[in-house]
């Protein structure tokens, strides 16, 4: 039977009618359900459970639509799992009884020491192992009631593979989805990794959770599908990676929903960013009531591969979310577009933004046109600025509360900042109180205090680790 949580809830007069049908379907007992089918995996033996595991996904691959694989109670310990056009359910007994835990030391051979860049082979079990512990290729899938670890010791995750040119011994996503079309629906997951100071990003996992357009088409570097289709995730929690929710790679006309309502926000922490989102073409993304913290930002939108350029924006809608920067210079959150080929049509509001360290920036806006910023609260003591608007146009910010929030004396800018390349942008301050250090051009200012930096403290100020996203899955 399908989970409600996961459908969409956008229903107009004949969506009406058919939730009605569906509801009367819900009556009828579970035989009638055409094609269901529940596959259960065989409790933990203790030493190995990849063969179970894989032959469950399998066989419910071959059933097609409406097949579950039930996990039982207990820690299954697996290598890598693959599964192509499973169009069903992986769920465990519940996120503190299931567990899957990776086995130390998987082997990988996407991309070896010495391969040739960018040039990817299809994923399997057997001849092409990513260093995905769980990775599901097209399909419709939902994961829920289930906790996936990765707990090797420092360098002992994967043998060696080249990330962003150096080696690496870990995970570059434990839970992956990619291919052409991909419907996927997260709910009460757990997820963490551990720290691995042998690693260039700090993590034995880089993208804990990850929606990528990353399959490729044949061996020829980049030549990689593009995905379209939906991705949801709910009530789940990350930890310990180097981001917690990753959406990135040749990803368009794809509904991301990351939360969505009050009932159903995810935590995530301990990571160098919470939120990785990176360019899509004609998406649409709803970001909502979750707590995400990273040393480097709570979340952030940039652009992923020179060789990806948008050619139709993507709609981000952010409110209601907690968003914390933990280390110094860090973000609450920020959006970076591309200057040249904007792509990023964004509205954030109603957000709670902290920083909790030195030189930090509420929220960030780069190169944005048309960027909608509200009824935000921004906090941090001795920060560089609240709410920083850089290279900006037709940018509105207003009514956001940063009377929480102090410059730094020495290096600092103003609660709001406008920098030099601004154009056309509206400010509208909550108080009469709040400065905002204006050096822009045409730009509107309403119910402000000056700033007292002075110019050459602008002129100085820049944001030492602006592009700060993850690296790429191979350069």
């Known amino acids: 039977m399908p989970d409600m949580s996961c459908l969409v809830k956008h229903v107009g007069l004949r969506g009406a009618f058919l939730w009605g049908i569906l509801g009367l379907m819900m009556l009828l007992p579970a035989t009638v359900w055409a094609g269901g089918k529940t596959v259960k995996v065989p409790p933990p033996n203790g030493v190995d459970d990849t063969a179970n595991i894989q032959g469950a996904l399998n066989t419910c691959v071959k059933h097609g639509p409406g097949c579950t694989v039930q996990l039982a109670a207990g820690t299954y310990l697996t290598k890598q ?39 990817l082979c299809q994923p399997n079990t057997t001849t092409c192992r990513w260093p995905s512990l769980i990775l599901f290729v097209n399909g419709d899938i939902e994961v829920s009631d289930l906790s996936i670890y990765e707990l090797a010791p420092p360098g002992t995750a994967t043998t060696t593979w080249l990330f962003a040119g150096s080696p690496f011994n870990g995970l570059y996503d434990a839970l992956s989805f990619m291919g052409q079309h991909v419907t996927a629906c997260i709910d009460r997951i757990n997820m963490e990794g551990l720290p691995d100071p042998t690693n260039p990003y700090g993590f034995n996992v880089v993208n804990a959770l990850h929606f990528t357009g990353e399959f490729p088409r044949s061996l020829t570097p980049w030549d990689w599908y593009f995905l379209s289709g939906s991705f949801t995730v709910r009530n789940s929690s990350f930890s310990t990676a180097t981001v917690g929710i990753s959406q990135d790679g040749f990803v368009k006309s794809s509904q991301i929903t990351i ?13 160098y960013g919470g939120l990785d989102i990176e360019a899509s073409e004609s998406s649409v993304f709803e970001i909502s009531y979750n707590e995400s913290s990273g040393s480097g930002a709570g979340m952030w939108v940039v652009p992923w591969q020179p060789v990806f350029v948008p050619a139709s924006p993507s709609q981000y809608f952010i409110h209601d979310n907690k968003f914390t920067g933990t280390g110094q210079y860090a973000d609450g959150f920020y959006f970076l577009d591309d200057a040249a080929n904007p792509w990023i049509q964004a509205a954030a509001w109603n957000n709670t933004v902290e920083v909790q360290s030195s030189l930090s920036e509420g929220i960030g806006v780069y190169y944005t046109k048309g960027t909608a910023v509200w009824n935000n609260s921004v906090t941090g003591s001795d920060g560089l600025d609240g709410i920083g608007l850089w290279s900006t146009t037709l940018d509105a910010v207003a009514n956001n509360n940063v009377s929480g929030f102090t410059v730094d004396s020495t290096s600092g800018l103003s609660q709001i900042y406008l920098d030099p390349s601004t154009t056309n942008d509206l400010v509208v301050c909550a108080e009469r109180s709040d400065t905002v250090l204006n050096q ?22 820049g944001r030492p680790n602006l592009q700060r996203k993850k690296p790429p899955v191979r350069k």
Do not use: W
């Open 81 to 119: 799992l693959v599964a192509y056009n499973f169009q069903g359910t992986f769920k465990g007994m519940g996120s503190e009884s299931t567990t899957i835990e990776a086995l130390p030391n998987l082997h990988v051979d996407l991309e070896p020491v010495g391969g040739v860049p960018e040039s």
């Open 259 to 271: 939360g969505g309502s009050p009932s159903a926000g995810n935590h995530l922490e301990n990571g």
């Open 440 to 461: 822009g051009t045409n730009n509107a200012i309403i119910g402000c205090q000056q700033s007292t930096a002075s110019a050459e403290d602008a002129s100085r100020a």
